[in-house]
Each structure stands twice: as structure tokens, then as C-alpha cells.
């Protein structure tokens, strides 16, 4: 079996993942991972993530993947058994002196090697796995047929993890300098500032800086390929499930701990729908492409398919405008099924407002429009809108409606 791992930056995310179709999540707390400014888990949050996850049948994978200096040894210590006394299922490190730690403290721990590793080859994730890891993430540089390649040469008791959907990182493996240059925040310790991203301007005729950044330039080199644009394209690979799921490929992972909760259930949804479509009649599977549209809904830029089949030295996977295409407006989440009348009642994101068209999303298919006809307060009285986050309201809904069930605008 496949599985869909998806990102949790924090509970409800993780509950919007978990409700729509992860086997696995994957998250971490405030420190030692390479997300410091997602909201992440306290390690009492961690412990309450486990239960609620087990008693679905859900895994929890903890990254622990930023490279800790000598100081931070002791404090890593203490985290570990931590991790290992609330029962975590995996850790996910790329340092090696992390995974030496690990492998002596809690031996027992399964171990995931990370993509910021760079492993490319089946020479190194077979010694990754010789020294005790269970599974090797690798490099998002691999194009689908080195994957394979990779997999026809490692042992079958080693699991390969890869990315197939989510914002990719410019520099190799994601390890880069560019962000601690600019403002002093370590991207290889979890604090990128992601200047990749920022809009560039002439500062100079053989130079280039960051717009409110003029005083910093750097050097422009042009190769016989020509000059590169630095911000990478989103990968996205829902039109090529039957490769994916014919592939040495043990996991597929998305990506994205610091996007909306709706990101993830829509991105989970979208990906269990096809990874179960294609298991239940191969031979019959057919792409549907509302799927694309349900990816579309959510914020990201230009989608690409990352190295799966491009050559990397081609512009394939980067962008001319850096900006994201903006998500769909996440209006409310549905607190139960309907009552007698008909009526649901949801807890407020965004505001709606009587005449909206919206869609409900639902595990298990794609958008289901209508429009919003009639809505009360929890006092049975009409309203007009529904200004206010977190407020409790009822909307009339023509068809069935499940506690999770997530509304969004018809319209980006």
C-alpha cells in the first residue's frame, strides 16, 4: 500500500488532514525543525496528537531536521526520549550526529532519513538503512525514473519517501545561504525568510538586489543556459497518479506545514481521491479533472511536476512572477449533520453574507455547489451575514452535511 503523508502546522490542521484522507502526518514542535515559524506542537500537544491519531489509525511522523550545533546536544537529549516516552511512530533527521543520538538513546524509534540529506542514490540509501534508518526521503532533485532505478537497488525492507505536491525550495535539497546573508535567519535551522521569493530590481548593471534591499547586491553570471530565475514553481502531480502509484515510491508527501488548514484537507482530499480511484480498478482508472480544480482552489503558484520529468537545466519548474495565485475564500466549518429542516450549523472562518455561492467539500468528493438561501443565529432568528470569526450560525444546506465539512466560495 501507498501512503499519503500530509503536513500539520498545527491541531487543526492536523485534524483537517487526519478527516480527509492522510495515513500519516507529519509535524514538529518549536524547536529542531525545519519550520520555525509554523505555529508547531508543544510536546504536550505532540502527546495529544499521537492519541488522537492512533485512535484513527493515523501515524505521526516528528521532523527533527535542522543541523543543532554542539551547544544544543544537551537539550536534544532530553527532547528525543521525549518523543519516544509519547509514542511517536517516526522521526524524520538529516544531520548525521541527530540520527547517531537517536539511534543510542532510543533505539527502538523508527528513523526517516530527510530530503535535506540529498540522497541520490541507491549506494547511499542502502548505508542510510545499514546504519538503521527505516526509510530515506529523497532528494526532490531525482527524476521518476532514477527513483525507480533507486528502488530496483536498495533493500525491500527500506521504504522510499517523496515529495509529489506543495512549494519546492530552489536550492539544492532545500540547503540554503541566501536567507541568512539577507536578514541573519538560518534557513538550515528553520528560519528561512524565503528571499527566493522576493521581487528583484537593477541596482546595478552587472548587479541585482532585492527592491527595500538596494544596499545588498549580488553579482548577476550569465551561463551558456542563460540567467536563471530563483523562485521555484509549486510541484503538483495529480495527472500522473498511475506513474506515481506504479512506482518504486513507498510515500507520497505533501507539503506545506505553514498553509491553511483548508490547504491541507483539500490537498489530502484531492490526492486520496485519485491514490483510491486507481486502487480500486487500475486497468479502469481514469484522471478526473475536476481534481486539478480542487487544487487550484487552494494558494499556491504555477504548478510544475519539480525534476519527476523535466530536465533540471530547462526553465520548466521556476517562475516569472513570484507571487501565489490566492485560495478560495474558507468561509466556515460544519459542526454536525443537518436538523430537520435542513439546517447545519457551522463555525464562521470569513464572512459570508445570504445570496454567496459557495461549495461544500466533504471527504471523498469534489466541491458541491449552491447557493447560501437562508441563515439563522443558534436563536433561530434570520441574519444576513456572518461577520465574525469563530461564530456559530446556521445555513440551510440542500444535501447531506458531515461534522468537518468545509465551505468555500464559488469564486477565487
Sequence with gaps: MKELLCPAGNFEKLKSAILYGADAVYLASSFFGMRAQADNFTLEEIAEAVEYAHARGVKIYVTVNTMPHTNEYERLKKYLISLDEIGVDALI???????????????????????????????????????????????RELSLEEINEIRRN??????????????????????????????????????????????????????????????????????????????????????????????????????????????????????????????????????????????????????????????PMNNANTVINTGYLREKAYLCVAQGERDEQGYATFMQKNKLVLGDSVELITPGKCGTPFVVESMLDLNGESIESAPHPSMLFKIKVPFEVHAGDILRSSER
Design 154 to 311: 536498495t533493500p525491500p525492507t527500506l521504504e522510499l519517501e517523496c515529495f509529489i505536491h506543495g512549494s519546492m525550495c530552489i536550492s539544492y535539497s532545500g540547503r540554503c545561504l541566501l536567507s541568512n546573508y539577507y536578514t541573519g535567519r538560518d534557513a538550515n535551522r528553520g528560519a528561512c525568510a524565503q528571499p527566493c521569493r522576493w521581487n528583484y530590481t537593477n541596482a546595478h548593471p552587472i548587479e541585482f538586489a532585492e527592491e527595500k534591499r538596494l544596499d545588498h547586491s549580488l553579482a548577476i553570471e550569465e551561463y551558456k543556459e542563460g540567467s536563471f530565475i530563483m523562485s521555484s514553481k509549486d510541484m503538483c502531480m495529480i495527472e500522473h497518479i498511475p506513474e506515481l502509484m506504479e512506482s518504486g515510491i513507498d510515500s507520497f508527501k505533501i507539503e506545506g506545514r505553514m498553509k491553511s488548514a483548508y490547504y491541507t484537507a483539500i490537498c489530502a482530499n484531492t490526492y486520496r481521491m485519485a491514490m483510491d480511484a486507481y486502487l480500486k480498478s487500475p486497468d479502469e482508472y481514469k484522471y478526473d479533472e475536476r481534481w486539478l480544480r480542487e487544487l487550484n482552489s487552494v494558494s499556491h503558484r504555477d504548478y510544475a511536476t519539480g525534476f519527476y520529468f523535466d530536465d
Design 93 to 139: 533527521i538529516s544531520d548525521l550526529g541527530v540520527f547517531t543520538l537517536a539511534r543510542e538513546l532510543i533505539p527502538n524509534m523508527e528513523l526517516h532519513i530527510s530530503t535535506q540529506a540529498s540522497t541520490v542514490s541507491a549506494y547511499t540509501a542502502t548505508v542510510w538503512h545499514k546504519m538503521g534508518a527505516k526509510r530515506v526521503v529523497l532528494a
